[in-house]
């Protein structure tokens, strides 16, 4: 049960704001945002996505720069909350196409009649965009989607021979194309969060990857989908120790620790032929999530070098190999390293002759960051930092410096080798033959290496 539902922007300006319940005061939406933007709380950068003020626990989740939050007096689950603000967000966007400050306060009309459907007196009803066709009345007004910052997956998929349409992702789902018209088309995505931590020494301490096969449908009559995945699929490790990933790993298989499917999803032929049926419901939905520690090999490879250069001085010798194919490239790249709590000064300096590459060192909480915003597969870039200290070292520069973390988007490459095999519809005549889009990207859950 919650009490009330806000929006809020990158500069606090209040979006959407619905009370339910009357059980919280008006200025929560204020509250909660010069709380989130001056936390410093045991040196955390943000606040956690759940804390209390004053009585009024306060939940929020930020999506594509916007803050969804909830408020409530009462002792409820967070995953219960967070889920469902994720999943109005999800709404929202599927209605409106955009999801963005522009595109909510011009269809605010749709907004307020979805969050009306969707929570009575602060329960939950329905988060089904399917269902909510049913009652919602109001036409979304169209936001002109290349006018907006890249934020959303939209900006992932444009590479390769075979571009994304400029409108895939920024679609609604129930207003039609121009001319009345509904194009025929359905998108999967099989996207995988990673999470490695490499040793000193380089070799692989941990590693696990979240994945989750999406998929938007804009089939009209909601026809049955087959959905096929590798033939040598495997989901859990049966006999085989959690550890000995020798056999898996070079031979080909995929095997999975575990998995879920969504609710449409029937199962009947996926022992015999790893085939999904489904009939897709309207918006983006889950098709199946899985989770994988099988041995894999990482897309990134870091070393790090740090030691003492003279009185009050260090150098960071900075390496980073790119370990997928040369026309694969990755965006958004970013190495973090915290430095000794006495620096004061790091200068940098970055190979001859480098485009796209931005260093800055943090002084407010002694940070070395490196933007990196192509990484072509293949190739290696080397970042030089020298660093003046304030005091004497004491201490084990090692043990006062790093660990390096790093995050990044790769577009069209999955490290897990799952794939979808074939993408088959039914067809309602012969001339029925809609477009299929399947994508992969792979992006940095927690990716550390110890120094």
């Known amino acids: 049960m919650i009490s009330q539902f806000f929006v809020l922007s990158q500069r606090g300006d209040n979006i959407v704001f619905r009370d339910y319940r009357g059980e919280v ?18 040196g955390q950068e943000e606040a956690p996505p759940v804390f209390n003020v004053d009585g009024v626990n306060y939940f929020h989740v930020k999506v594509v720069g916007l803050l969804f939050v909830a408020t409530t007096r009462v002792n409820v689950s967070p995953s219960l ?7 109005i967000a999800r709404v929202i966007k599927d209605y409106l196409g ?14 307020y009649e979805l969050l009306d459907e969707v929570i009575d007196f602060g329960y939950m009803q329905t988060t089904s965009t399917e269902v909510l066709k049913s009652y919602i009345f109001n036409e979304p007004i169209v936001v002109d989607a290349a006018r907006l910052q890249p934020l959303g997956p939209a900006a992932i998929f444009m590479q390769g021979t075979k571009r994304m349409p400029g409108t895939a992702i920024t679609k609604s789902v129930v207003a039609n194309e121009p001319g009345g018209r509904k194009r025929e088309e359905i998108f999967v995505d099989i996207i995988e969060k990673i999470s490695v931590t490499f040793s000193s020494s380089g070799y692989i301490l941990t590693s696990e990857i979240d994945g989750t096969i999406q998929m938007k449908s804009y089939l009209t009559g909601n026809p049955e989908i087959r959905l096929a995945l590798n033939e040598d699929l495997s989901i859990g490790r049966g006999g085989e120790s959690a550890n000995d990933y020798r056999s898996s790993y070079g031979s080909g298989a995929v095997i999975l620790d575990d998995c879920n499917f969504h609710e449409s999803v029937r199962l009947d032929s996926f022992d015999m032929d790893r085939t999904l049926a489904l009939v897709p419901p309207d918006g983006e939905f889950p098709v199946m999530n899985y989770r994988m520690t099988q041995e894999f090999k990482p897309p990134f490879h870091i070393n790090c070098l740090i030691e003492e250069a003279g009185h009050l001085k260090a150098e960071v010798i900075l390496k980073v190999r790119a370990e997928f194919p040369s026309n694969i490239t990755a965006n958004t790249v970013v190495l973090e390293m915290p430095l000794p709590k006495y620096t004061t000064r790091a200068s940098f300096e970055l190979e001859p002759g480098v485009t796209g590459q931005r260093t800055d060192f943090k002084g407010a909480n002694k940070k070395l960051e490196w933007d990196l915003e192509k990484f072509v597969g293949g190739v290696e870039h080397t970042l030089r930092a020298k660093l003046t200290f304030s005091q004497e070292l004491h201490a084990n520069i090692i043990k006062e410096a790093g660990p390096v973390s790093m995050t990044f988007t790769i577009p069209m490459y999955n490290v897990s080798r799952l794939q979808v095999k074939y993408l088959q519809i039914a067809k309602k005549s012969s001339s029925y033959n809609p477009y299929r889009w399947v994508r992969y990207v792979t992006q940095a859950n927690s990716y550390v290496a110890r120094i």
């Open 25 to 42: 005061a008006k200025g929560s939406a204020e509250i909660f945002f010069r709380k989130v933007k001056f936390w410093k709380e045991d």
């Open 81 to 87: 909350v967070l889920e469902l603000l994720q999943r």
């Open 98 to 111: 955009v999801l963005s400050e522009d595109s909510l306060r011009k269809n605010f009309v749709l907004v």
